[in-house]
Structure formats: C-alpha cells, structure tokens
C-alpha cells in the first residue's frame, strides 16, 4: 500500500472552472423581503379538500420522564400541521395513545375537516376504534366511546394501524412533549 498525498488546487484554478460554467438566465438574489410578518402563503382549492381525504399520524408515549401526545394532520396537498402535548397527569400508554388520537380528531373537526384517514402504531386503539376488537379496561372504554362520538361529524373516516417506524414525526412530538418540563405556576402556551 503507497500513500498519494492530495495535490494542492489553486484558487484560480477553481474559479475559472466555475465562470466557465455561468449559467444565462442568471437572476441575482433579492434579499428584499416586502412581506416579512408572512410565515406561509398557500393556495387552496375547496373541491380538493373535499375529493380527498386528510390524514392524521398520531402517537402517545408514557414513560418515567412524563406523558407526552403527538399529532400530525397531512392535507391532500402534502402540508404538516403538527401538534404536541404533554399531560399533566398519570397514565397508562393506551390512555396516552388515546389522548393523541382524540387531540388529532379534535384539530380536524376544527378545521371542518370531512373525510380523514386516521393512522397509529398502536394495535390496541387501531383495532379497538374499529370494532374488531373489545374494549375491556374500564380506562380506555369513556376514551373510546368520546372517539366514536367525535367522528360522527366525519363524511368518512378509516383507521388504520401504522408500524412503528412509519410514524415517526407524531413519535418525535410525543417523545419530546413527555421530556418538557413546566412550571405549574406559569401558564403554558400552545405548542
């Protein structure tokens, strides 16, 4: 094995390789911004928000740190809108799960939302939501019985178990609103 050290390159070199390459509808960069209070601009159409269904991931997490919930609502169109929340209470991690799904239905029946395609890494909620399987711990039944009266505003709504790994953006809300602390004397803004 022989080691090649790496020959130096002249700044010149490199520059006159790059103004060989100029491009002809180069525009310079404006760096006047008239709008600055903008944060988003979207256009919208009304048919598509009604033709096709709005997704929503969700994800709770209970751990030794805290309670945390996460939402992420998906439009047809492919924008985030992106919710957390940590709880203030104790709680088994179906009721965390519980809790996101219920906050994710919420935003969208704010947003008059009707057709929506619900989707979560837990089995339990997923198949409980469904009606293919029963709810058995008396903690979960009041859960889903206020999901089920929630979606009766929905033209449509589908759920759907999601693993784990596909559902990482509502994992990372979660798990970051579980590690925030507060100060129960102050109050908490919205995340």
């Known amino acids: 094995m022989v080691y090649v050290s790496q020959k130096a390159v002249k700044g010149s070199a490199i520059a006159d390789f790059l103004a060989s390459r100029v491009l002809e509808d180069y525009e310079p960069l404006t760096f006047d911004f008239p709008n600055e209070d903008l944060m988003y601009v979207a256009a919208t159409q009304e048919d598509t928000l009604e033709d096709h269904p709005w ?12 309670n945390g919930i996460g939402a992420v609502l998906i439009s047809p169109n492919g924008d985030h809108y992106p919710f957390t929340c940590k709880l203030d209470f104790d709680c088994t991690n179906n009721m965390a799960e519980y809790e996101a799904c219920i906050m994710g239905i919420r935003a969208a029946v704010e947003r008059k939302i009707k057709v929506l395609e619900v989707y979560g890494d837990s089995a339990l909620v997923i198949y409980q939501l469904k009606g293919e399987w029963e709810t058995r711990d008396s903690k ?16 449509d709504i589908t759920f759907h178990y999601l693993p ?7 994992n990372a809300l979660a798990a970051l609103a579980s590690m925030i602390r507060t100060n129960k004397q102050e109050d908490m803004k919205p995340i």
């Open 55 to 66: 997704k929503l991931n969700f994800d709770g997490v209970s751990n030794a740190v805290g």
């Open 140 to 155: 979960l039944i009041n859960y889903r019985e206020l999901v089920l009266d929630l979606i009766k505003v929905f033209d």
């Open 164 to 170: 784990c790994d596909e559902n990482q953006m509502a």
